[in-house]
Every structure is written in C-alpha cells, then in structure tokens.
C-alpha cells in the first residue's frame, strides 16, 4: 500500500510569509507526528495527534507554530510570519503501534 | 529528560571493513530502542526495534543490541549501498509518545 506522502517536496517563501506543510498518513494509522531536522541534525519533535484526543503540542517551538489533523487523515503544519531560523526538513511520521513509518518530507527556504 | 547521543559523528569505511556504531542514552523508563537509516533528501527508514537488555536484531549485514545504557549497531562486510545517516531514537514506558532521536551517524562505504 501507500506509504506516508507529503506536499509540497520543496517549498521556498520570503521572511513573514505563511507557509502550510501538508501531510496523507497510512490509511488506517491513528496516530500522526510533525518533527523538524536541521541541516546535519537529528529530528526534533513538534506535535503529536492520536486519534480523537488532544494534541501533544509540547514540542512547538513558538506559537507561530501550529497543526491540524481532523480525526485520522490528513494533518497540515502551519508556520506563521516565518523567519529564517524555520528553514528546515520538516518530517510527517504515521504510526499504527510502535513503529514510526515516515514521509519524504517537506524541505522548507525561508530567504 | 531523555538523552539519546549518536558516536561516531561520520564513520568511513572500506567495503568488506566491519565495524559499529554506538547509541547511548537515558530515559526513565525505556519503552523501545529504535534504529533509523535516513538517506540524503528520504525521510527515516525503519531498521530495527528492540525493547529489552541482552536483546538482538539482524537484518542482512545488520546487527542491532542492546544493553541497560547504550546499543550498538554492528555492519558486517559492508557494501557501498549501505552508505547513509544511520539514526537511533527512544520511547518513554510513559508519558510523551514521540520518539526522541541522536544526532546520526553518517556512514561512508567505499568500494
């Protein structure tokens, strides 16, 4: 079947510009996960949707930031007013139990 | 707050030249170890789970274990295909879903 896809794959906006990531799980996956990977990093955790009950928001790092998922579908990563400290692969994982399986990912510019 | 630290940072290898990669890390309560192989402009690949000491995992050239503080993925005759950022992540037992992931290892294997 379909793995997890993403849109768009590059995305290059000007400073102060909103930007919508987008994100199409696994069918049937419940839960849904938004991380961020800085050039030569690690993945760094952003929210956390599992099914009907409330987002983990822990992870946003300002509240520019913000993630939609209505119920198991699609989910879309929201950055407002970007800055150029937001340029960054911004990774979508869905998950049915333990294991993670990940989209391509959304390459974010911000000039 | 968990810890996961990813050694070495890159590792250059001649194919057939065996060795491994080291995971430490600290979580009160160690749901799962995860290992990742990321490669360049690809989200995650999932490789391996393991969830207890003393437990193993293989998977072609591949061998994951692990102990109470840190696990090891040892490549065995590597091949140039197995270049790539190799990622290892933890699980809370409980508390925050998401995984929190090392920094990489990025592996060169060269013919």
């Known amino acids: 079947g379909a793995g997890v896809s993403q849109s768009p794959s590059n995305k290059v906006t000007e400073k102060g510009k909103d930007v919508e990531l987008r994100c199409d799980p696994i069918?049937?996956?419940?839960?849904l996960y938004w991380y961020r990977q800085r050039l030569g990093q690690g993945l760094e955790f952003l929210i956390y949707?599992?099914?009907?009950?409330?987002?983990?928001k822990s992870g946003l790092p300002s509240d520019r930031f913000s993630a939609e998922r209505t119920g198991e579908s699609v989910s879309t990563l929201t950055i407002q007013r970007t800055q150029q400290e937001d340029s960054a692969v911004y990774l979508c994982?869905?998950?049915?139990?333990?294991?993670?399986?990940f989209g391509p990912g959304t390459r974010l510019t911000v000039l | 707050e968990d810890q996961v630290t990813q050694s070495p940072e890159a590792l250059r290898l001649q194919e057939g030249e065996s060795s491994s990669l080291n995971c430490s890390y600290t979580?009160?309560?160690?749901?799962?170890l995860f290992w990742y192989r990321q490669d360049p402009g690809k989200g995650p690949e999932f490789l391996f789970t393991?969830?207890?000491a003393g437990e193993e995992k293989e998977k072609e050239r591949l061998k994951a274990t692990l102990t109470k503080k840190e696990s090891f993925l040892h490549i065995t005759a590597p091949k140039p295909e197995d270049s790539a950022t190799y990622l290892c992540?933890?699980?809370?037992?409980?508390?925050?879903?998401?995984?929190?992931f090392g920094s990489g290892t990025r592996l060169q294997v060269q013919p």
């Open positions: 992540a933890v699980r809370h037992y409980t508390g925050r879903r998401a995984l929190t």
């Open positions: 949707f599992q099914g009907n009950s409330a987002p983990d």
């Open positions: 994982a869905s998950s049915l139990r333990e294991v993670d399986f």
């Open positions: 069918s049937g996956h419940t839960a």
């Open positions: 393991l969830y207890s």
């Open positions: 979580v009160s309560g160690l749901r799962g």
